[in-house]
């Protein structure tokens, strides 16, 4: 049993992953769409790549969305547009006309009572005219033809078209005519002003049936158009994709997709979306096992990006879902961009990589999309360096966001061989994504407080020596916070030469040495006085005084809150290497002594950058013993300390080469000659 148990705790770290993956692929498998998928790729004005075609069963022919717009646009064209009337007001206005005719024209002479009786019936004529159909108050701007039903009381009473109502707007025309044409000009000032006086208008549009009717009919526009018999051909392999044929494999594809599935055949979909969904994951952990070892050992890193491959798949689900025009509004870059900031610039591209192949199952246009987003993942890591700098963060999202916009338009120059309905809206989508991938600075400071990691962003906070604790050291130990400044110079040179993280290692060698602040004055460079407290001390007493400033730096740092990233160089900075000088002194007393006693606990450094703090600490402290310096005292004085590091194995567990180490070697000679002022020595 207790081996059982032993066995079970020393393999947790791998059930965890193994139970993330499988987590992870369930949820990824539950969220995605459950439809069959098309098994064949078309795009319209393309040869059809695949074998010929034939119609697997009976399906209907889908119309267009062009069709669709014609036959709406035909339906409200020829809709007919309801007029309520009310036969109150043609009652009235004749019996306003009688009395105001009578009333302008009673004092006229007995000669001119042919031309009243004419221009009498001429207003009758008019008025008949006007309410023959109804009369409007406003023109409104239907076409001439337009189908009209006149009702009264919600009964029909007439059908017409709209050129055959009048309205108010062109009255004054009309009636001018037909008293010039009369020849009855004299009469016209006063007729006008007396039909002005009682016209009304008595139709009036009934806005609630005329939208009612015309929405009825547009809903009763069927979505398809004739149908293909099973066994059909649909098309041949090697002919080019015509509208007609486009039309009738998007029939097809939508019909596959929308049918209804049996639970043996649901379940084999939900089956074949596990393994696929399964497999992806687990490349990219055998990705980290291979090439990121220090990420897959440490499971919360793990979760963290597989985290982050969920969001975005989630996100990308719901917009798809809502509306899949929206779909590069998604800010997809963010996640090469957060995994960068984290990781490295590797692990970023696989990982987005991955992430789009599986996001290939749920988008329309499938190979459209993943070249977009993989091109623009590309750039991302191309030509974001330093995240920390707020620049550059905004020259990288204009250049993806242009990316996004070329590799878009060239691929609608592709499919429709022309520009003229090219979707500038499309190009919006772009700019709005891009914006908001400029989320990706307060996201990383929440996942850092999230997960405890540490980005760039973060380090160039902590390189300040403004800081609280970095102020705190070059007032307490004044010599040890200019050594440290002298090893973050040649440790970030150093880092730059092999292609290390130089902002880490920078805050690294910054606050390797913050546990001296706790007794600074048995520390020689904060020896200002001359005196030196070791000399009343033991070899013993002083050589645990010296090693314990790697325990009280964990300390300190861990009390300051300082990242894990950071404490690792304070832990490594020794490595197992022996307190010499003192170690010596108590050979010189006895020769059977624990060297355990002189040692530092370690660990070794494991990592490049933790094995190149070793190797500056060391020079520079080591550096102010040189006497009388020259080139090659230097040279040879840097090959003795990092040699000897090598003998004792002090870089067994850290991934750096012999190529490497002889890279920082050149630099830290180079360095000390410069701080020392050498010139080069010529020959006599």
């Known amino acids: 049993m207790s081996e059982f148990v032993n066995r079970w705790y020393s393999n947790q770290p791998l059930i965890y992953k193994i139970l993330l993956l499988l987590s992870t692929t369930l949820v990824i498998v539950y969220i995605f769409p459950k439809t069959g998928k098309f098994r064949y790729s078309f795009e319209k004005g393309k040869p059809w790549q695949s074998e010929n075609l034939y119609a697997p069963f009976d399906f209907a022919i889908v119309k267009s969305p062009s069709e669709i717009q014609e036959e709406t646009a035909f339906i409200e064209e020829s809709s007919s547009v309801f007029f309520d009337l009310d036969n109150t007001v043609k009652t009235r206005v004749f019996e306003n006309y009688d009395l105001g005719f009578n009333e302008t024209f009673q004092d006229s002479i007995a000669e001119q009572v042919p031309e009243i009786r004419t221009l009498y019936k001429l207003g009758t004529t008019i008025l008949d005219d006007l309410y023959?159909?109804?009369?409007?108050?406003?023109a409104l701007s239907y076409e001439p033809q337009h189908p009209v039903i006149i009702l009264s009381e919600q009964t029909q009473i007439a059908k017409t078209v709209f050129e055959n109502l009048r309205s108010l707007n062109n009255f004054r025309g009309i009636l001018e005519k037909r008293v010039d044409d009369e020849n009855l000009t004299q009469y016209r000032a006063a007729f006008l002003s007396l039909f002005f006086n009682i016209i009304e208008p008595?139709?009036?549009?009934?806005?609630?049936?005329?939208?009612?009717?015309?929405?009825?009919?547009?809903?009763?526009?069927?979505?398809?158009?004739?149908?293909?018999?099973?066994?059909?051909?649909i098309i041949s392999k090697g002919k080019v994709i015509e509208e007609e044929q486009y039309q009738i494999l998007e029939s097809l594809r939508l019909e596959y997709e929308s049918q209804d599935w049996n639970t043996a055949n649901y379940n084999w979909v939900l089956l074949a979306y596990t393994l696929l969904v399964a497999l992806a994951l687990l490349m990219l952990l055998l990705f980290l096992r291979k090439y990121r070892e220090e990420v897959f050992l440490n499971?919360?890193?793990?979760?963290?990006?597989?985290?982050?491959?969920?969001?975005?798949?989630?996100?990308?689900?719901?917009?798809?879902?809502?509306?899949?025009?929206?779909?590069?509004?998604?800010?997809?870059?963010?996640?090469?961009?957060?995994?960068?900031?984290?990781?490295?610039?590797?692990?970023?591209?696989?990982?987005?990589?991955?992430?789009?192949?599986?996001?290939?199952?749920?988008?329309?246009?499938?190979?459209?999309?993943?070249?977009?987003?993989?091109?623009?993942?590309?750039?991302?890591?191309?030509?974001v360096s330093e995240l920390y700098k707020r620049a550059n963060l905004f020259i990288s999202v204009g250049q993806i966001t242009l990316v996004y916009i070329l590799a878009y338009f060239a691929f609608f120059v592709i499919h429709e061989g022309q520009i003229t309905s090219l979707k500038w809206e499309t190009f919006g989508l772009f700019l709005l994504g891009g914006v908001a991938t400029l989320f990706v600075q307060p996201l990383i400071y929440i996942y850092e407080k999230a997960f405890g990691l540490v980005s760039d962003v973060s380090l160039l906070e902590l390189s300040d020596t403004n800081t609280k604790l970095l102020k705190r050291l070059s007032n307490e130990a004044p010599g040890t916070f200019h050594h440290s400044l002298n090893v973050a110079?040649?440790?970030e040179a150093s880092a730059n030469e092999i292609g290390a993280n130089s902002m880490l290692i920078r805050v690294g060698a910054l606050y390797h040495d913050i546990g001296k602040m706790d007794n600074p004055t048995y520390f020689t460079e904060n020896q200002s006085t001359g005196i030196n407290p070791h000399d009343e001390l033991s070899p013993k007493e002083s050589a645990r005084i010296i090693i314990d400033h790697?325990?009280?730096?964990?300390?300190?740092?861990?009390?300051?809150n300082l990242p894990d990233r950071v404490i690792d160089f304070i832990r490594t900075h020794h490595g197992t290497s022996m307190v010499h000088y003192f170690y010596q002194k108590e050979l010189e007393k006895k020769t059977d002594i624990d060297s355990n006693l002189f040692q530092y606990p370690g660990p070794k450094p494991f990592s490049k950058e933790t094995a190149i703090l070793m190797m500056c600490d060391s020079v520079e402290a080591a550096s102010k013993s040189l006497k009388e310096p020259t080139t090659s005292k230097i040279n040879d004085f840097v090959e003795n300390i990092i040699s000897k590091q090598m003998e004792t194995g002090q870089f067994l567990n850290a991934n750096i080469t012999f190529k490497e180490i002889q890279s920082i070697k050149k630099v830290l000679k180079r360095k000390l000659a410069n701080i020392y002022h050498l010139r080069i020595e010529y020959p006599e």
């Open 132 to 138: 023959k159909y109804g009369l409007l108050e406003t």
């Open 202 to 233: 008595n139709l009036k549009v009934n806005k609630v049936l005329t939208d009612s009717a015309l929405q009825e009919s547009i809903s009763k526009i069927s979505p398809t158009r004739g149908s293909i018999e099973t066994g059909t051909l």
């Open 299 to 383: 499971n919360t890193k793990v979760t963290f990006i597989f985290f982050n491959i969920l969001v975005m798949i989630g996100l990308t689900i719901v917009v798809v879902r809502f509306n899949s025009q929206y779909i590069y509004v998604v800010p997809l870059c963010i996640l090469p961009l957060v995994l960068k900031a984290f990781f490295d610039a590797r692990l970023g591209l696989f990982t987005h990589v991955l992430t789009v192949l599986l996001l290939g199952f749920i988008v329309p246009n499938s190979y459209e999309y993943m070249f977009l987003q993989i091109i623009a993942g590309i750039v991302t890591i191309l030509t």
């Open 489 to 491: 110079n040649l440790a």
């Open 550 to 560: 790697v325990i009280k730096g964990i300390e300190i740092a861990k009390k300051n």
